[in-house]
């Protein structure tokens, strides 16, 4: 892929995880050219369904989030990083969210996708909870299949404006949930 057709494809994809966070699954391809700054014609040169699209910026955003916990590793305090990345996952799923009614007219590719993004979501979790847990800041107790569950489950029982930041508190309230005092015993 030329240089130009990369950066176009990655203005596309930013454009549209951004328009489908916001407009949802009926967010237009047109409204996602226009916010990447290039022609419908090139959207539909590098994606020619809307589906091909959603799954792109599904995949891409789940890729990042895996390297983003790497990086919060190396860069912060473990509980610091957990909470950074958990932030970064309440977007992921508004991301998806916004495109889950297309995701579901391609269910069974959709189905193998998700289901290797998942196992890749949970292993980057997985190792930002070890890292805390082996540091004795949080329990050792939970996993990090329990812990998505949750934030999930938050983030779909919401769907008011703003829902976002709530579910981002509430986040943050279940961390200070597994955080430890010096001794190793859940704080009070």
Not at 15 to 36: D, H, P, Q
Request: aromatic share 4%; glycine share 8%; net charge neutral.
């Amino acid at each position: 892929m030329r240089a130009d057709a990369r950066r176009n494809r990655e203005r596309l994809l930013e454009a549209a995880a951004t328009v489908f966070a916001e407009g949802g699954a009926t967010a237009s391809r047109e409204a996602v050219a226009r916010e990447a700054g290039v022609g419908i014609g090139t959207l539909y040169r590098h994606f020619p369904t809307r589906e091909a699209l959603y799954e792109a910026v599904y995949e891409r955003a789940v890729l990042q989030l895996v390297e983003f916990a790497d990086t919060l590793a190396q860069r912060d305090a473990p509980t610091t990083a957990l909470r950074e990345w958990l932030a970064a996952f309440v977007s992921l799923v508004a991301t998806k969210k916004g495109m889950a009614g297309a995701l579901a007219l391609t269910a069974d590719r959709t189905k193998a996708i998700s289901s290797h993004l998942t196992v890749r979501l949970t292993e980057a979790l997985a190792r930002l909870l070890d890292r805390a847990a082996t540091a004795g800041r949080i329990r050792s107790d939970v996993g990090a299949e329990e812990l998505l569950h949750a934030v999930v489950g938050m983030c779909l029982l919401q769907d008011q404006p703003g829902w976002q930041a709530s579910v981002r508190r509430l986040t943050d309230l279940l961390v200070d949930g597994l955080c430890v005092d010096g001794q190793g015993a859940p704080k009070a």
